[in-house]
């Protein structure tokens, strides 16, 4: 069992960057690929990217690569996802997820961090 | 990387069954058994249902199922109940340790 506590709701300028986390609890999370989801208002789910902490190298998606950091802590069991250049596009509710691996579906949810952009 | 092509929307009356598809290609649907499928209700985290194409987690009903067909997967819910209503969305691993969502389809039981 995993349990995935993420930081509280940000209210951001255009322009501006965010970084969020997602703290870990419950078995060795540095072996489980984390991943960053997110969800716009009433739209879909959309992956970002993920990694496993204890190799390091995170994956992007096409459409986040250059704007987003994903990155680990293992001493604190905590997984960020920094966001830079912030628009009103990025509105959303963002989500960390952890699976077995790369391969394997998503059994363990944060509870979502919700990111206003807004002048 | 391109989203997974899901109906908007799909409907049933009570005791029905319902299929949602989900198009993607051969570096993705095609190419891989690992497609998940996951329900949502208003204001709550996705939940899994499905994965690698037809597997039901512990505690899922069996009244899920999944199935695949070259470049598209698919959810049935049988013996649709009023708690089915829900988003639905799948996914799939694309390769090089990334995934692809569905556009996800809303499920209505009439």
């Known amino acids: 069992q995993v349990h995935l506590v993420q930081s509280g709701a940000e209210v951001k300028k255009p322009g501006s960057s965010v970084k969020v986390s997602c703290k870990a609890s419950g078995r060795t999370f540095s072996s489980y690929f984390i991943s960053w989801v997110r969800q716009a208002p009433g739209q879909g789910l959309e992956w970002m990217g993920g990694?496993?902490?204890?190799?390091?190298?995170?994956t992007y998606a096409q459409k986040s690569q250059g704007r987003v950091t994903i990155s680990a802590d293992g001493s604190t069991s905590t997984i960020y996802m920094e966001l830079s250049s912030l628009r009103s596009g990025d509105t959303a509710l963002y989500y960390c997820?952890?699976?077995?691996?790369?391969?394997?579906?998503?059994?363990?949810w944060g509870q979502g961090t919700l990111v206003t952009v807004s002048s | 990387q391109s989203a997974l092509t899901q109906p908007p929307s799909a409907s049933g009356s009570p005791g029905q069954s319902v299929t949602i598809s989900c198009t993607g290609t051969?570096?993705?649907?095609?190419?891989?058994?690992?497609v998940s499928w996951y329900q949502q209700h208003p204001g709550k985290a996705p939940k899994l249902m499905i994965y690698e194409v037809n597997k039901r987690p512990s505690g899922v009903p069996d009244r899920f199922s999944g199935s695949k067909s070259a470049n598209t997967a698919s959810l049935t819910v049988s013996g649709l109940q009023a708690e089915d209503e829900a988003d639905y969305y799948c996914?799939?691993?694309?390769?090089?340790?990334?995934?692809?969502f569905g556009g996800g389809t809303k499920l209505t039981v009439l």
């Open positions: 997820a952890a699976a077995d691996s790369s391969r394997a579906p998503f059994d363990y």
């Open positions: 051969s570096s993705d649907v095609g190419g891989y058994n690992y």
């Open positions: 996914s799939s691993y694309a390769g090089s340790d990334n995934l692809v």
């Open positions: 990694l496993i902490p204890m190799f390091g190298s995170p």
